[in-house]
């Protein structure tokens, strides 16, 4: 049996970066900040914001979350991850291109 532990969040940032940055390099991965913090119903999960230069794919989105939070088990934590992206904001006055909708950050 494995012993159920929690990574501080910057052991989840250090354990999830590789991954990220290799899963998501052609969507401009540029970082990842990870915290804790309760869910809806009590649960603690790390929020996992992640930064890139473009809309990653819903594809993408499912495959590294997995990824991750497999990580997270093979570790011990069995905390979930929520993987939120967020995409740097145009700049002021810019028009941002057909069917770009800026950041996709929900916080």
């Not at 940055?21 to 900040?33: I, Q």
């Not at 495959?63 to 011990?76: H, I, T, Y």
Request: net charge negative; proline share 5%.
């Amino acid at each position: 049996m494995s012993m159920i532990i929690e990574l501080s969040d910057d052991e989840a940032r250090r354990m999830a970066d590789p991954i990220l940055r290799e899963r998501l390099k052609e969507f401009g991965y540029r970082g990842v900040t990870v915290s804790s913090e309760e869910d809806f119903d009590g649960d603690v999960v790390l929020r996992m914001t992640v930064d890139v230069d473009r809309q990653v794919s819903g594809r993408a989105m499912l495959d590294v979350g997995g990824e991750v939070w497999g990580a997270l088990l093979d570790r011990g934590d069995r905390r979930f991850a929520l993987l939120t992206y967020r995409r740097p904001e145009p700049a002021p006055g810019s028009v941002a291109p057909a069917g770009d909708f800026g950041s996709n950050d929900d916080r």
